[in-house]
């Protein structure tokens, strides 16, 4: 039993064959999926989904790569969609310096954009109780420093994660977690594979991103929920244990934090 704790499950990727992903994903033995909300139109179909199936879940946010199309009262539509007692996070939120916009004179407005919706997120995940699932991307510094305020009020996950072991003591000292993708199986991807080898127990979770980061041997292809399995595969072959350890762990830590029923 394996958990894909983040996937993109309404994008448009999945119109053709939703259904059968995930039926797919079942079969893998991947029995629940949590499906990431990044604008207000993907929010709400995550939250449909998951009214939907009984093994998908719902997070609610804004990414912080669409915080310029978001509304001006964006916050206020999160918090009734949240009321969904599908929804189990708000997420994904965060800081993205990696795609900034290409025109330098709007790079600081977007950055101060950012800063104060991940700011109201994080109260609204606070104020109703939540967790947060956490992008962060070349942002580490202003991201930690802005969810420094919430410390001890809002636990989040970081998710994709693909920094040093040193990195992530630091936001596991803080109460957060962290989870790991198929860049796990990137050749290329030695520091996150060290770092998926050093952490302990509860330390972690397991997820797809799809339809993005298929890992390999299906880099660059649609990825979808299945996939977690192959994910946890490779964690366990690089702490030389058995793929049912990694998944027990995982959906043990998964449904902690979710908690999946409010
Ligand atoms: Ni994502």
Redesign the pocket.
């Known amino acids: 039993m394996l958990i894909d704790t983040?996937?993109?499950l309404d994008y448009t990727d999945y119109d053709p064959d939703r259904a059968e992903v995930i039926a797919r994903a079942t079969e893998a033995g991947v029995t629940e999926i949590i499906s990431?909300g990044?604008r207000l139109d993907s929010s709400t179909r995550a939250v449909e989904l998951a009214e939907n199936f009984p093994n998908i879940w719902a997070t609610v946010g804004i990414?912080p790569g669409e915080v310029d199309l978001a509304p001006e009262d964006a916050v206020e539509w999160l918090r009734a969609l949240a009321q969904s007692s599908r929804v189990v996070a708000i997420g994904?939120i965060g800081l993205d310096y990696h795609h900034l916009p290409t025109d330098p004179a709007k790079v600081a407005a977007n950055k101060k954009r950012q800063a104060a919706l991940f700011g109201a997120q994080l109260e609204l995940t606070a104020e109703l109780g939540l967790n947060a699932?956490i992008?962060q991307r070349d942002s580490w510094e202003d991201t930690l420093r802005i969810l420094a305020d919430f410390t001890g009020k809002v636990r989040g996950v970081f998710?994709?994660f693909g920094g040093t072991v040193e990195q992530a003591r630091e936001v596991l000292a803080l109460g957060h977690l962290v989870s790991f993708t198929g860049i796990v199986t990137f050749k290329n991807a030695r520091q996150v594979q060290e770092t998926a080898r050093a952490l302990e127990p509860g330390e972690f979770m397991v997820?797809t991103?799809c339809p993005?980061l298929a890992p390999v041997p299906d880099r660059g292809k649609r990825c979808e929920p299945a996939h977690t399995r192959r994910v946890a595969e490779q964690i366990a072959q690089l702490r030389g244990t058995r793929l049912e350890e990694i998944a027990a762990w995982t959906t043990e830590t998964a449904r902690g934090f979710f908690g999946f029923k409010r």
């Open positions: 983040h996937a993109h990431i990044t990414h994904e699932v992008h998710h994709c997820e991103d993005y």
